[in-house]
């Protein structure tokens, strides 16, 4: 008897669940984009390098193209298509809109699922390779542009949007209390 090479899973998508069946060898991001027609993760070079099919997979990043979908299944995945609440945008989202932390777009939804867990691990204390003192009496390091720049750097941007890409993460994290995928938004102050 030959082994199956099939699987019935299902996977959490921005809360929803989906049932399918997938070929074991199927990637995430295929079963995304081919079966579940969310197309906002983009495919970029498919070998987990660019970034651009970066999602959250229980809140922390994960390049989609090299994740099996079985391995998925029974997990939290938050895809571009789940980061806003309902009409209204993330702070992340309108930081990119505001300013202009995108050209031509391709790279948009990885960097913003990647800019997401970046504030997380940010708050969270998380050093970087850019972080001077990772003692955890220092708390966490300040999020200036080499930080940013540091913790951003698995998602590349053919167009070359690097400084409004850290500007808008600086921004969203000025906006952004708690779980950056969240997106509890600051009050204004008194």
């Known amino acids: 008897m030959a082994p199956a090479t ?3 899973i299902t996977l959490t998508i921005n809360g929803e669940h989906h049932t399918l ?6 990637s995430l991001l295929d079963a995304l984009r081919e079966r579940l027609d969310l197309t906002g993760t983009k495919k970029g070079c498919d070998q987990g390098q660019c970034g651009a099919c970066t999602v959250l997979v229980d809140g922390r990043r994960i390049v989609s193209c090299l994740q099996l979908a079985v391995a998925a299944e029974g997990r939290a995945v938050t895809t571009i298509e789940g980061v806003a609440d309902g009409e209204g945008l993330h702070p992340v989202q309108q930081a ?3 300013l202009d932390g995108f050209q031509c777009g391709y790279c ?3 960097q ?3 800019a997401l867990a970046v504030l997380d691990e940010h ?3 998380w050093p970087s390779a850019a972080t001077d003192d990772i003692r955890p009496e220092a708390g966490p390091p300040e999020l200036t542009p080499e930080e940013i720049g540091e913790r951003m750097s698995g998602n590349l941007c053919r167009c070359g949007a690097y400084v409004s890409i850290v500007q808008a993460v600086a921004r969203a994290a000025e906006n952004t209390t708690g779980s950056a995928a969240g997106g509890t ?3 204004p102050a008194a």
Do not use: Q, Y
């Open 6 to 8: 099939a699987s019935a």
């Open 185 to 187: 938004t600051k009050e």
């Open 21 to 26: 069946t997938v070929d074991h060898r199927t």
């Open 108 to 110: 948009t939804p990885g």
């Open 123 to 125: 708050a969270a204390g």
């Open 96 to 98: 990119f809109l505001d």
């Open 112 to 114: 913003i699922c990647s």
